[in-house]
């Protein structure tokens, strides 16, 4: 099949049209049967949740042409497990993980000319949501939801692509709190953390880096992605928080920085180990690896890049990562799943 007429190596994170979205309606305790549409808009009821009570939340993941051809996915299970875990948080009717699979694989196979090309750096985001539709005006969960899964092909989130970004702490905002909705992927954690994004942008930082609501002591993570440090030790640590998103991600590195002969960590990170480590890195499906360059922190600054190249750990695992995420090494932990066609 040809391809669509895009300027692949150069695409932005950004919405670009494709043929179809797929949606589902839950209506009396049950999904309905699925609907490739190429509408782009969808008509709400003026008083479904989503619209009032913030009942949404969202996936993201990616497809990517290999060097044969095949069109493959990267860890759809875990998206699928953890919009269960969104969806049964903010009580909101689930979507079972075959039906999230098979929705995905449908609207790939319906906008394959969409997947990049092997070999331009590009992807195919996909991006599932499930919304309360229902009208309700007290506080209560819809009586009907809707799964939409819509499809854009992306080049890297931060323009600068894998060159090092610069973090500033914020300590008078928080994105989530403790035993709140920080740990799935919930609309309003991103709305909360707008205007913290926005203040760091005009102050010339790419993005924030949130510590813990409670004590303003330990890393929580940025506002799209989960955070690593190297230390000098050759230690992987990257924070445990009840309040951040588990990435899929973070959890592949950790196997691979183990397999880099890094000595992996989750625990709790205090925000002065900043300026212990020897590089930095943001990380997350649209994020990928991300070296950071710089983390600002009240009147100091931690310093890991000075020439705006990406640190040696930091490029061994995104190397690592990118080569199984387009087939190009071998899928020795079963994280990739070809696309099978219609
Ligand atoms: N943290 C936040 C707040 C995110 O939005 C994302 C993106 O999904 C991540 C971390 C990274 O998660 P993942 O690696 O599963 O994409
Ligand atoms: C992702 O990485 O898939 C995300 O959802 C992050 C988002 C802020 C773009």
Redesign the pocket.
Known sequence: MSKADLDWPHLD?GYHKTDYNIRFTWRDGAWGAGELTTDESISLHIAATCLHYGQQC????KAFETKSGDVVVFRIEENAQRMRRSCHKIHMAEVPEDLFTDAVFKVINANRKFVPPYGTGASL?IRPLVIGSGPQVGVKPANEYIFLVLVTPVGP?FKTGFKPVNLIVVEDADRAAPLGVGDV?VGGN?AAGLRASMRARERGFTEVLYLDAREKKYIDES???NFFGITPAGEYVTPDSESILPSITNKCLITLAEEAGLKPQRRHVHVDEIFDFTEAGCC????VITPVGSITYRDRKAIYSKDGKAGPRCSELYDKLTAIQVGDAPDNYGWVRRVPEK
């Open positions: 994170f969202f996936e993201g993941l985001y989130y992927k991103y506002g799209p992605a997350g499906t649209a994020a």
